[in-house]
């Protein structure tokens, strides 16, 4: 079907109803910058309430999320490839690519269905718009959302932190919703989610402890690698929170949840512990390795692929507090629509049990949903085979960008790098290291190679 003839159906299917126009090639104002064009648009009254992208022939599209915050009349999006139509409702989404799967919104001709809604017809489309009822579509009262934000916050630091977010919130505008669910927006839900689990303190270094083979080939590539979550140590973390909040009977749990989808989200584990026996021993190959220091001077901002944040852990009572103001949220229902954090699948991983506590982790995370399809391909991955024998792809990334196709670089600076109390001729490879790591362009002239003052480690 073309947009031609679905166009020629709906106006006959709809041709009685006088408050219903189609229109194709529809221009949309979807922000200040940005001029969307619909291949179709559906008006009721005047104004468009569905929006047609046929993308039968297209590599990839990027579809503006301003659309639907500044038309708040579309509530349907629908694609039209050689399957016929394909309908999402008010969806959270920056870009569509047909022919390649990687993350949610990401969509090929196999996975349509699962990740963009469901096959319907050209009647029932038109049957839809025609019921269209603009009153059910309004925009929630902000102050509804940020009454029930602090209403179910029954810890006093908890209250605290709901209370900073909302003094941080600058407009009314912070909510979708469709028929059965609402949600934050994805840059309030990102804050929400900052202030549960508190801020990176810019001024206080982070350390990474890792093999000495690991560090050589940072030194020789001038990279920095990023593990798939597929690679963690401890598969339990991975579902972690997810399992707490089940046992809470939180039943609107929609998150990554299994393999294929954790192995395009990728992390780099960091500590705020300097020189730590416990680290040297667990992640510092048995004190043979080094511990890497970086400046903590990202933050999460707005259009940055990456989140930093520290993570939460439980009390030793195995509550936990964060994760219960989280399953009170998702219980929530907001004028008849249940609540539901649209970005679960990435902030699930910064919460973990107490028995992990005394690592004092920081996560940094690599946000996968706002790349477009062109800066997607120019990271460069390889697929590795981990200890605990796991297939996994890692990406890798330059400290500095060497050419317009390296967009995305890693975000945090190397300070310097500290030798384990067991590192082999460590005094020799000391003084070597610092010629070695002058020579480097890539790096600091100041960067620095110094020995662990922990001398009687077994």
Same mark, same amino acid.
């Given at each position: 079907?073309? =947009? ?59 579809? +503006? ?6 038309? /708040? ?10 399957? $016929? ?5 008010? /969806? ?52 509804? =959302? ?110 990554? $949840? ?42 999460? +901002? ?24 989280? $399953? ?53 991955? +390889? ?18 960008? $060497? ?7 890693? /975000? ?11 590192? /082999? ?34």
């Amino acid at each position: 079907m073309t =947009i031609t003839e679905l166009s020629n159906n709906l106006q006959g299917l709809m041709n009685a109803n006088s408050e219903i126009s189609i229109e194709e090639e529809y221009s949309i104002q979807s922000s200040p910058d940005d001029l969307y064009i619909a291949d179709l648009a559906i008006l009721k009254n005047g104004e468009p309430i569905v929006v047609v992208k046929d993308v039968a022939n297209a590599d990839y599209i990027r579809l +503006q999320a301003e659309l639907f915050d500044n038309c /708040p009349n579309v509530y349907k999006y629908v694609f039209l490839n050689d399957d $016929g139509l394909i309908l999402k409702e008010r /969806p959270y989404i920056h870009r569509v690519c047909p022919r390649t799967l990687y993350y949610a919104d990401f969509i090929t001709s196999n996975d349509l269905i699962h990740n963009a809604g469901r096959i319907i017809s050209t009647e029932e489309l038109a049957n839809e718009a025609i019921r269209y009822d603009q009153s059910h579509y309004q925009r929630i009262d902000p102050k509804t =959302i940020f009454e029930r934000l602090k209403n179910i916050a029954a810890e006093d630091d908890i209250v605290h932190k709901i209370n900073c977010f909302i003094s941080d919130v600058e407009t009314n505008e912070i909510m979708e919703f469709n028929n059965n669910e609402c949600w934050l927006n994805w840059q309030y839900e990102d804050k929400l989610m900052q202030y549960i689990l508190g801020s990176v303190n810019v001024e206080m270094p982070l350390y990474r402890y890792t093999t000495r083979d690991s560090f050589m080939r940072m030194l020789s590539d001038g990279t920095h690698s990023m593990c798939s979550l597929a690679c963690m140590n401890d598969p339990s973390e991975m579902d972690y929170a997810q399992c707490y909040l089940r046992k809470k009977n939180v039943n609107n749990v929609k998150a990554l $949840g299994n393999v294929e989808q954790s192995v395009d989200a990728f992390i780099t584990s960091l500590t705020i512990q300097n020189d730590d026996l416990t680290m040297w021993r667990f992640y510092g190959d048995d004190a043979r390795g080094v511990s890497i220091e970086y400046d903590a001077y990202i933050v999460n +901002q707005d259009n940055s692929p990456f989140l930093i944040s520290p993570v939460s852990y439980s009390n030793e009572d195995g509550c936990h507090p964060e994760l219960d103001y989280i $399953g009170n949220l998702l219980n929530e229902i907001i004028d008849g629509r249940r609540f539901h954090l649209k970005r679960w699948d990435l902030w699930q991983h910064f919460f973990k049990s107490h028995e992990y506590a005394i690592e004092r982790e920081v996560r940094l995370l690599m946000r996968c949903d706002i790349f477009d399809s062109e800066t997607f391909y120019n990271i460069k991955r +390889q697929w590795i085979t981990t200890s605990d024998e796991i297939t996994a792809p890692i990406i890798i990334l330059p400290f500095k960008s $060497g050419n317009a196709e390296n967009k995305i670089i890693f /975000p945090l600076k190397l300070k310097g790098v500290l030798l384990g109390p067991k590192f /082999p001729r460590k005094e020799t490879n000391c003084l070597t290291l610092n010629m070695l790591v002058n020579e480097k362009e890539f790096f600091d002239q100041n960067l620095y190679v110094n020995i662990s003052k922990i001398s009687n480690y077994r």
